[in-house]
């Protein structure tokens, strides 16, 4: 037999599965190398989160920056699909487990997506910044492309109800407080702010930053990749997922729908119209 000679058995097994993130066995549990009795404890549930997804401890400041970006989301009212789609599926008898898996199954490109979109936006503006381009020039360049290729909204930018979305802001400041300490460097607020700006000029009016766009300078700061935005957002938007659902669970309403039972949708398609043949067989 040519090559390495294929495995079997126990072997095999063993590899069918292999993976860096956890080893377990009886009596025994360790995450990334790391004895679960001594991470349990020790390290906050946003350090825990670091560690599985980066496979090493972050600074304490670190953690306490993701733990703050993952708070700022968890929540947005049931006007938010994947809340109503959590509170409705809890009318419908279901466990809080499921009622959370339907809310979360939504949470897509356009219904929790954007932070990811914007991560990447800022990357492209980032890697063009590394080439020696300036802020503002890479910027332009890069919102020339989007507006001429891409369209739609600007990923991270402007909220169909808040004029100013309440939690941006005070991430940014954050977000500085954090760079001014050493912490991060602050890159990635630069490249937001200068979107914000760019984005005025061009609009006549501030377009400005959204919940989105501000956790993603916060990740984006902290060495996340684009993919992993949207499952930090998905951690985060959980939080509040699970708490519409079980305070739905405690209240007496059976199969709630999207509106009160009084009102009704707008039909648009055919009048009604005699069934074939009826007419025929009444004359």
């Known amino acids: 037999m040519s090559g390495p000679e294929k495995k079997t058995g126990r072997e095999r097994g063993e590899e069918w599965w292999q993976t860096d993130i956890i080893e377990m066995r009886p009596g025994v549990i360790r995450l990334r190398g790391y004895e679960i009795q001594e991470l349990i404890g020790g390290v906050s549930f946003p350090a825990m989160i670091w ?18 970006a993952l708070g700022a989301a968890v929540d947005h ?4 699909p994947s809340i109503a789609i959590a509170r409705m599926a809890a009318t419908c008898g279901v466990g809080i487990n499921s009622a959370m898996a339907s809310a979360i199954n939504v949470l897509g490109d356009v219904h929790g997506g954007a932070g990811e979109q914007a991560l990447s936006f800022y990357g492209d503006v980032a890697a063009a910044m590394d080439q020696g381009t300036a802020l503002a020039d890479a910027v332009t360049a890069r ?9 739609g909204y ?4 402007g909220h169909r109800f808040h004029p100013v979305d309440p939690r941006a802001p005070r991430l940014i400041e954050v977000t500085r407080d954090f760079a001014a300490r050493g912490v991060i460097g602050g890159r990635f607020a630069d490249i937001a702010e200068a979107i914000e700006v760019e984005l005025a000029r061009r609009k006549g009016k501030t377009i400005p930053l959204n919940i989105d766009g501000a956790t993603a300078v916060i990740y984006g700061e902290l060495g996340f990749p684009p993919a992993l935005t949207r499952g930090l957002f998905v951690l985060s938007r959980s939080v509040g997922i699970l ?4 305070e739905q669970s405690q209240q007496s309403d059976r199969n709630k729908g999207p509106l009160p039972r009084e009102w009704l949708w707008a039909y648009t398609g055919t009048p009604v119209r005699p ?9």
Do not use: C, T, Y
């Open 243 to 246: 708490a519409h659902a079980w």
């Open 77 to 80: 009212g049931p006007q938010a």
């Open 154 to 157: 600007v990923p991270g930018f």
């Open 275 to 283: 069934f074939p043949g009826r007419d025929e067989e009444s004359n």
């Open 51 to 68: 560690l599985m997804l980066r496979g090493e401890l972050p600074g304490e400041e670190q953690a306490a920056l993701l733990g703050i």
């Open 143 to 151: 919102l020339d492309r989007f507006l001429a290729e891409e369209k």
